[in-house]
Every structure is written in structure tokens, then in C-alpha cells.
């Protein structure tokens, strides 16, 4: 006979993030995969990082850096990033208060949302957006106020917009430059811009740069380190995998004031506690050398400018992209469907996955365009041969 507590039905799970399905990247992928298509929508290089840091590593294992590292992250890691900060952008952030290395940037994001916000803040997130911000914003009970970029000036920042969504419920304001996945930067009008918005206020700024060494054309990342203002009020978060073509490690960082940092660390010691000890030695010891991050900008603008020569003979119109491994395409002179039809049908029927930017919104928003990683070396190469432009 049956045990009749067998028969009783599971509990229904209290679902936290209702609305959350699979990423678009990876259904794009998938689709990829199974289309055997070329994936300009991965968001990682096809290439591998430098052998010098995957020995940097072993040597690292072997050392005996193989145990738990420090909560806040291994100190000479965070020697380094404090010195990198401070060269580029004028700020010295405390290694001992002020630097946290996290599991990736993704995880920074999270713990520094749900350390700093609660139940009746509301966070501006500027779209379209990155897709773990609405779920973090979500889990720490806080509330998303979304601000659109213009997209008629090629996704610039409206800041009368922004500072037309400022409530006295308002806690944080996340940006994200350079921007995925429109690749718009920064300038020194809009730091000024942001100074003016959150001057006198108790708004923190949470700012995603992982993205901070691909910028092209010249240009110099406008990091809210730059200001001493909004370095005062500010969370900066970047990561490595971006930096050295190696996102599977999953390194990052936040840096910030001591007093945010420190409700940072209590989220950030029971969510990871700490990240790969080897590969932050690893790191540490690669960035006694700056070359490799200081070249970055001119060796993804190659990539870049090869991309969109690729493309320059089709219908498809490419929109500046003046940072970030992505440039987006308007085909509204080839199709009136749709972003995620016509993004399917192009895998489908042309072998190419591209990523529709109206995933990145959380309400319907469709104004034609796609996006996809042009900084892909062999990805490139595959555009080049034929398997972007066949009938366009």
C-alpha cells in the first residue's frame, strides 16, 4: 500500500522572476547551432586570450594558490585595479575598502542592487538594457522605472528624460557605457549631464563598464571614475573577461566608496564568498604589463571597420558603433517584419544569427533593427565569404 504522503502534490514554487524566460542569446544560439549558422550573437570573441595569461595561471596552480582567496579578492588583484583606475581616470579607490573583485560583472550588478536598493526604491535603467539589470532590480524588491534612449539620434542619452523620471523614491540609476548593444559612448557633456541630475540628491550611480578599453575613433572612455563627484556616490563595475578575451573565467570587479562597499561585501560574501583563486593571481601578475588592454581599442576597431565593409554593399544600414564588440543594422529597406521574425527567418534562410534589440526592452518595442558582434575574427571572415549578404 502507498504511503499516502507520497500522494501529495509538491508545493507550488514561489516564482520570484514570473516574466523571465530563456535569454535571447541563448535561443539565438541554439538556433545557430542548429542552422549550423554563422553567430553574430554569442557576445564573445571566437578567438582565445593570450597564452601568456593561461600559462600565467598554471603557474598560479602551482605556486599553491589553489584554496579560498580573501572575501574582497586577492590583494595584489586588487592593487593592480586600483592602479589601473587611477591611470586612466584620476581616482585611486582604497584596495583595502573600496575594490571588490566579484564573480564576473554580472555578479557585481546583482549584489551591489540588491545591497543598495529595497522594497519602495525604484531604479532607472536606461533602455534598451543589458538583461540581468530587470531581474536583480526585481529580486531586491526595488522597482524599474525605464528611460529609452533616443534611438533617432543613434540611442543617445535624452537626460531631460532622465531627470524627468527622478522621483524622491529614486535610489539608483544605472548606466551602462559603452553600451550593449547599441555601442553609444559617453562624452564629457554627458558626465556633466549626470553631475548636474544626482547633485544634492541621495541617487546612486551604479555604472557598467565592462566595455571600457573598446572604444574606437580615438575616442577616451568617459568613466564615471573621471568625476569626483560621481565617483563619490558612484559603483563602477568592469570585468576581465571582457578586457583579455577570457568571459568563461567569469572575473570582475566593483569599486566604489567604502560605505557602499561595504554593504556590497555583505551581499557579495554569501552569494560567492570569493572568486577562482589561481585566475586572479593569474591576472594580477598579466597586468604588471599594460600593453594588452592599452592596444585593445585599435585591435577590436579593425574588426570593426572589416565588419562593416562587409556589410557596406548591402540594404542593411549599419548605425555608428563607436565602442563595444556590437554593431547594429536597420533592414527596414529589406523587411517590415518584426525584429524577433526577421531575426529567426535570418538564421533560418540566410545562416547568419543576430540578436533582434528589442529583447533588451521590457515592453514591446520595435523599430527594425538587429544587432550583432562585428568584432568576431572568424565570424568576420564567414560575412566576408558570403554568409551575411546573400540577396541583400
Known amino acids: 500500500m502507498k504511503d499516502p504522503r507520497q500522494e501529495a502534490a509538491v508545493?507550488?514554487?514561489?516564482?520570484?522572476?514570473?516574466?523571465?524566460?530563456?535569454?535571447?542569446?541563448?535561443?539565438?544560439s541554439a538556433l545557430a547551432t542548429q542552422h549550423?549558422?554563422?553567430?553574430?550573437?554569442?557576445?564573445?570573441?571566437?578567438?582565445?586570450?593570450?597564452?601568456?595569461?593561461?600559462?600565467?595561471?598554471?603557474?598560479?596552480?602551482?605556486?599553491g594558490h589553489n584554496q579560498y582567496a580573501a572575501m574582497p579578492g586577492v590583494l595584489p588583484l586588487r592593487e593592480r585595479i586600483a592602479a589601473k583606475t587611477a591611470a586612466l581616470y584620476g581616482h585611486r579607490y582604497d584596495v583595502e575598502r573600496e575594490v571588490t573583485v566579484t564573480a564576473g560583472a554580472t555578479q557585481a550588478i546583482m549584489a551591489a542592487v540588491v545591497a543598495l536598493c529595497g522594497p519602495g526604491d525604484e531604479v532607472i535603467v536606461l533602455e534598451p538594457c543589458y538583461d540581468s539589470y530587470q531581474p536583480s532590480i526585481d529580486l531586491a524588491g526595488a522597482t524599474a522605472v525605464r528611460v529609452p534612449l533616443d534611438a533617432a539620434r543613434n540611442y543617445a542619452v535624452d537626460w531631460d528624460r532622465v531627470r524627468a523620471a527622478i522621483t524622491p523614491k529614486t535610489r539608483l540609476l544605472m548606466v551602462n557605457f559603452p553600451h550593449n548593444p547599441t555601442g553609444q559612448v559617453l562624452e564629457a557633456a554627458d558626465l556633466a549631464a549626470l553631475e548636474s541630475i544626482v547633485q544634492g540628491t541621495g541617487i546612486i550611480v551604479l555604472s557598467d563598464e565592462v566595455y571600457e578599453h573598446i572604444v574606437f575613433d580615438g575616442r577616451e572612455h568617459q568613466g564615471i571614475a573621471r568625476s569626483p563627484l560621481l565617483a563619490s556616490r558612484s559603483v563602477l563595475v568592469s570585468s576581465f573577461g571582457k578586457t583579455f578575451h577570457a568571459t568563461g573565467w567569469k572575473v570582475g570587479y566593483a569599486c566604489a566608496p567604502a560605505a557602499l562597499s561595504a554593504m556590497i561585501r555583505k551581499v557579495h560574501q554569501f552569494m560567492v564568498f570569493s572568486v577562482s583563486t589561481p585566475m586572479q593571481h593569474a591576472l594580477a601578475a598579466y597586468l604588471d604589463d599594460p600593453r594588452p588592454w592599452r592596444e585593445l581599442p585599435a585591435f577590436y576597431q579593425r574588426k570593426r571597420d572589416r565588419f562593416c565593409a562587409a556589410l557596406a554593399g548591402s540594404r542593411f544600414r549599419l548605425l555608428p558603433s563607436n565602442g563595444t564588440y556590437f554593431v547594429l543594422a536597420d533592414y527596414s529597406a529589406i523587411s517590415g517584419d518584426a525584429e524577433d521574425v526577421f531575426a529567426r527567418q535570418l538564421v533560418e534562410r540566410h545562416g547568419v544569427a543576430a540578436i533582434p534589440v528589442s529583447a533588451f526592452y521590457r515592453e514591446p518595442f520595435d523599430n527594425r533593427v538587429v544587432g550583432g558582434g562585428g568584432a568576431g575574427g572568424g565570424r568576420t571572415r564567414a560575412v566576408e565569404g558570403g554568409g551575411g549578404g546573400g540577396g541583400w
Open 36 to 63: 549550423r549558422a554563422i553567430n553574430l550573437g554569442q557576445g564573445f570573441p571566437d578567438f582565445d586570450c593570450d597564452p601568456a595569461l593561461q600559462q600565467a595561471v598554471a603557474d598560479a596552480m602551482r605556486a
Open 11 to 28: 508545493p507550488a514554487p514561489i516564482d520570484r522572476l514570473p516574466w523571465v524566460g530563456t535569454t535571447i542569446f541563448t535561443v539565438m
